[in-house]
Each structure stands twice: as C-alpha cells, then as structure tokens.
C-alpha cells in the first residue's frame, strides 16, 4: 500500500503539472486563505504578547490593596476615599502570610514641581523602598532611597522618565540636583528606567518618588499619620497569586474585625485581572479575522472541487481503462483525493510562506510587533489538508462510482 | 480446477445468458438466452453485425459488466454473483483487456502502462518494472520503455496495449477489435502476437472483428445474432497446446 500512496502521489504531482496555469489558479484561494489566516494571527498574537508584555511590567504577582470608600450620611465617597489601610497592615501582612515575599505602600498626591525656571504637574508618590522592588522600577542614573532616608525623612526624589524630561534640559543630569515639590527642596538621587504605558493607557513614567516618611510629614500634611493610598504585595510565583488574595482578605478581614455580614472595607487586585480585559479584545480581533480566513478557504475549497470534477470529466476515459485493468474503487477514490490534498497543501505552504512574509512585512512597515508560531503554522497547513479532503471527496466519489462501461465509451 | 464429478471445468460456461437494458422507455434485450463453452487455450473470433450483442457479450465476458440473468461462470465461478471490487480482483488477475482504440494512459511511459495492473496488484515497484520490462520485450518494444504514446505508432500503442494485458499472466485474453485502427501491415503485426501468446504460452485468446481475414487467425468462429449464437464452429484442428494440462 506504501508503494501504491507514493506512486498515486507522483502521478498526482505529474497531473497537476501538466496544467500548470491552472492548477495554480485553483490553488490560488488556499494560498490567500492560509497567507491570511497566518499574517492575521501573527499580527494578532503579537499584539498580544504586547499587551502581556505592559501588564509584566507592572508586574504579573503583583497584589494591589485599595482602601474602601466612605459613607458620609449617606453620601458615599470613591474608592480609596477611606483610610482604612495603613503601614501597619502592610508590615503585619508580611509577617503572618508567608506566601507574600514582599510588601509596600505608597500614597500620592498631584503636585506642582519646580525645577529652576521649569515646572511642572506631575504625580508625586510617597513610597517605602520595597515599593520599588515590588513593581520591578529600575534606573537609568543614580539609585534608589533606603529604609535610612525613610526613618530620617530624607528630603531625596526619584524621578520617572517624563517628569525627567519635562523639568530638565536634554544633557542635563538630573541626578544631584535639587528640585522643590510644595517649595520642599528635594535632592534629585535616581532617574527611573521608563515603563511606557499601562494596561490602562496611563504614562507610568509621569511620577516622582520620595520616602513616605518625608511624604505624610513635609509635603501631603497628612491628618491621619500612618495611612496609606494603597498597599502593594508581592508573591514569589505567579501561581501563589490566588492563594495570596485570599490569604490577604481573610487576613485584613481579621484585623479591621469585619463582622461576617459586613462587607469588606477594602478593595484587591492583580494585574492578572486586567491582563484578562485586554486579552479578551484582542481574542475577539483574533476570531473575527479568523472567519474571514476560513470564507477564503471554504471558497479555495469551492475552487478545488470545481476544478476536480472537471478533472474527472476529461479523465472518464482513464478512469474505464484503470477499472478495467483492475483498479478498485478506492484506488480511484484515493487517486482524486490525494490529487485533491496536492492542491491544497502545495496551495497551503505556500500560503505559510507568503504569510510569514506578510507579517514581517507588517513589522518593518508598520512597527507592529508580529509572532509567528510553530502552532499556527502546523494548524494552517492541517487546516489546508482537511480542506482539500473535504472537498475532493466528491469528486473522488464520483470517479469511484463510475460504471467501467459507460467511462471506458466515454467520448 | 476440478468440478465435483471430476471432470475439468471449462474456462467460460455461459448457460441462458440474459443482458437486459432499459434506455429511457425502451426496453433492450442484449442477450436473450445465450449460452457458450470456452475451453483453456482456445482462439476464438467473435463475430456479428452491430447490434446483434457481441459487445454486451464481451463486457460480460470481461467482468465489465453482469448479466440480468443466467450463469457466466470463469474458472467454475460465478461472476454474477460478485461486487464491483471482487471483479475488479477478476479483472486485475485473470483478463487481459486490449481495445480497438488501445486505451492506453495519455502522457505515461510504455513502461508505466504496462505496469498498471500490477500496480493494482499492489506489487513492489522493483518488481512491477521487472515484469512490465519483460512484457513490453515480448511484444518486441525492448527500447522503447520510456516512451510516451504519442512517440509511438498506432501498431506499436496496441502492443503496449498488449504488455500490458500479458503482464499479470492472465488465463483470458478478450480483444475487441484489435485491428480496427490500424493498417493492414500492423494489423498482421499485432495478429501475429496474439496467435503466438496463443500457441506458445497457451493463453485463450477471444476476438471480437468483423474483419474475415482476422477472424481467419482463429481456430473458431461463433457469429452472434439477436443476443444469442447463430453458428459455432471450428475453423482449425483443436490445437495441441490446449490439450496439455497448464
């Protein structure tokens, strides 16, 4: 049977190419249908490593911890409008969860920054220093503050990448200098390592950091000494996320003795979470595109078919004499089948390649990150496979079905 | 081979042979009642005027087709008894088909004409060529393997024609016209081949002509009229060769 797959194949190849305009004409629709189905998906997938990509960069085991919102007669505030998380939650939380590697808070405020004759209104964030290693901030210059500066309430600032530009001169290095947040003086000792855009769209790098001590003392004003905007925790693996959660809401559940029907008075999340948003818009993208390729296909299909019924017309002939040799039934029907999944596959790889090109086309003219994986490669040419099988079949049968009679008087 | 009473089974036993055809309201009686004996080794013309059957007769006689009733046994088996893929195993190992328009497969070697019921078969390739070869050789196309039919007269496409019917060694040989296409000096050609398969190797040879010098190779001569035979006789003494047990 090998022999006879190999040898049907061969005369499959040497049919085709007998005719060779049309054959490739048939073929066409496939190459389309695949080149599509790849260029799309790798545009797709590469926007969605993107995407992947800005929620890492908040970090994926992240854990955000928003107070809850007030109730002022009725009148009900935002979130984080309370103050019912402060510093001491976070340093208990570390000590009691051992999943959580680390933890961090910060509050933040919009100020007006002042840099010679340059200002500017940016976000000013008090932090503790495990605040920069949960959310990964790096540097380009200088270095980060220490548990030192916060227990001296160091008048010293970081600052991102947009703050950095706008309040300083290009070549001018920031670090050293001394800006003043609030008419503070602070002494400039890092610039921050730009993150680019959040899940959200918001600038990450439009901040400036300085101790929380320095913050709730010298700058904010704060009423309530110790309470923080948010709390932030980090687990050593993403997996842990979950557990993580749920070991932090029983635990803060605890601590503020929360009554079972009472609600909680404090709000978590993980950059997972808004990941999943993003990834949901690119996924419905990814299946639409991915309709329109399997219309290209079903008509490359179409084309197939039409083109072997044809085939089987003008070869009626042939098809008598092969019966009458004795060739069986389903040595006709594997005969048009394979001629069938000939077109399409030849059709189909060459749809991976002219989509592989596509997509890299699409990266150098437009900037669009682009992936191209193995799977999807290996799915559109099964893909192209299955259709040719699909509809050669008919024809196939049709052959097979012939009386060899009637096929060898065929005129 | 044997029947049950011991006698030697006959290669072709036609007892009251019908062939009925419906062509839209028209009913046509191919066959009407036929019945023939054909022995192992026999050479045999067929004739008769068209319309008498003798086409219907010969696509039965071939496994193409099967009577509406009666008995066609081959080799002591009942054929209309059968289903399309075991006569198409009938067709591959028993019968040689050679046509008056040759039928060989456009743009394909001799070589892989002559191959194809051994491809059927299921042979290895090796082996398909190696019988393909030796039978494009005995009808006298040594060097000639490679080559596409339109290289080759219309002689030498009935003797690839040919190859290809003797290369599953079949016990029956059916040409239909074999010489209606071609002149008279490949006419004697392609006749002389077949009456030395016949002779030498014993192979039953039946032939369908309307042509008196053709049929005048043959040791018997059956006229067909109204789908049933009008005479039957011998032309030629029984020859030896079919007297010996094969």
């Known amino acids: 049977m090998p022999a006879f797959l190999f040898l049907t194949l061969i005369t499959a190849v040497r049919v085709l190419s007998r005719n060779r305009l049309r054959a490739g004409l048939t073929m066409l629709g496939i190459v389309i249908g695949v080149g599509a ?79 010679g004759n340059k200002n500017w ?51 001018e290095e920031p670090v050293g200098s001394v ?55 980090a687990t050593d693996r993403q997996e842990d996320l979950v557990a993580a959660v749920d070991q932090i809401r029983e635990f803060l559940r605890a ?79 594997a005969q048009f089948l394979i001629e069938a999944m000939t077109l399409s596959v030849v059709g189909g790889t060459l749809g991976i390649v002219i989509g592989v090109m596509g997509a890299r086309l699409t990266t150098v003219i437009t900037g669009w990150p682009t992936i191209i994986s193995g799977d999807t490669v290996i799915a559109a040419f099964l893909f192209s496979l299955a259709v040719g099988l699909f509809f050669g079949l008919y024809p196939a049968q049709k052959a097979s079905r012939l009386n060899p009679i009637d096929a060898l008087r065929y005129e | 081979m044997d029947s049950e009473n011991g006698q030697a089974v006959s290669l072709i036993q036609c007892e009251d042979l019908w062939k009925v055809y419906r062509l839209g309201d028209v009913e046509v009686q191919a066959l009407r009642g036929l019945n023939l004996s054909i022995e192992q080794g026999e050479f045999i013309a067929i004739m008769g005027s068209s319309g ?87 009808v006298g196309l040594k060097g000639r393997e490679q080559h596409y039919p339109t290289q080759l007269s219309g002689g030498q496409q009935q003797r690839v024609a040919i190859a290809r019917a003797l290369v599953t060694t079949p016990s029956l040989l059916l040409a239909d016209e074999p010489t209606g296409n071609l002149d008279t000096e490949s006419s004697r050609d392609i006749m ?39 005479t039957d006789r011998r032309t030629k003494p029984i020859p030896p060769s079919s007297l010996v047990e094969r």
Not at chain 1, 53 to 79: D, E, H, K
Not at chain 1, 194 to 204: E, I, L, N, T, V
Not at chain 1, 260 to 265: A, F, I, K, R
Request: with cysteine.
């Open chain 2, 192 to 230: 002389a081949i077949l009456d030395r398969l016949n002779k030498d190797e014993g192979i039953t040879v039946i032939l369908v002509t309307h042509e008196p010098d053709i049929a005048a190779y043959a040791a018997r001569e059956i006229v067909i009229k109204d789908g049933q035979v009008l």
């Open chain 1, 255 to 333: 601590r503020h003795r929360l009554q079972v029907e009472q609600g909680d008075d404090f709000t978590i999340r993980t950059q997972v979470d808004i990941g999943k948003v993003q990834e949901g818009t690119s996924q419905t993208l990814t299946v639409m595109l991915l309709s329109i390729a399997a219309v290209s296909l079903l008509v490359g299909g179409i084309g197939i078919m039409n083109i072997l019924l044809v085939s089987v017309t003008e070869r009626t002939r042939e098809i008598g004499v092969r019966m009458a040799v004795g060739a069986k039934r389903r040595h006709i029907l």
């Open chain 2, 52 to 138: 008498s059957g003798k086409s219907t007769l010969m696509n039965v006689l071939g496994c193409l087709d099967q009577p509406t009733a009666g008995q066609y046994r081959l080799n002591g088996i009942d054929v209309a008894a059968l289903q399309a893929d075991a006569l198409a195993e009938i067709r591959n190992r028993q019968i040689g088909f050679v046509f008056q328009n040759f039928n060989l497969i456009p743009r394909t070697s001799a070589l892989e004409n002559a191959q194809l019921p051994l491809f059927y078969r299921g042979l290895p390739l090796r082996e398909q060529r190696v019988l393909a070869a030796a039978a494009l050789e005995r």
């Open chain 1, 121 to 171: 209104n940016g976000s000013v964030n008090g932090i503790s220093p495990s605040y920069l290693t949960i959310r990964d901030w790096s540097f380009t210059s200088g270095g980060p503050f220490i548990q030192a500066d916060l227990d001296a309430a160091a008048r010293v600032a970081l600052v991102g990448q947009t703050v950095a530009e706008n309040l300083f001169d290009p070549g």
């Open chain 1, 179 to 233: 800006i003043r947040i609030k008419n503070v003086p602070f002494r400039v000792i890092g610039v921050l390592a730009p993150k680019g855009q959040s899940a959200q769209g918001s600038d990450q790098d439009d901040v400036i950091f300085i101790p929380f001590s320095t913050a709730e003392r010298k700058v904010f004003g704060t009423q309530f000494i110790g309470s923080v905007g948010a709390l932030f925790a």
């Open chain 1, 37 to 115: 189905v790849i260029a799309m998906v790798s545009i797709g997938e590469g926007a969605k490593a993107a995407v992947q990509a800005q929620v890492a960069s908040m970090g994926t085991n992240v854990i955000i911890v928003l107070p809850g919102s007030t109730t002022v007669g009725g009148v009900r505030g935002g979130q984080g409008g309370a103050i019912t998380l402060n510093v001491s939650d976070a340093l208990e939380m570390k000590k009691r969860i051992p999943l959580l590697q680390e933890t961090g808070w910060a509050k933040r405020d919009v100020m007006q920054i002042v840099n």
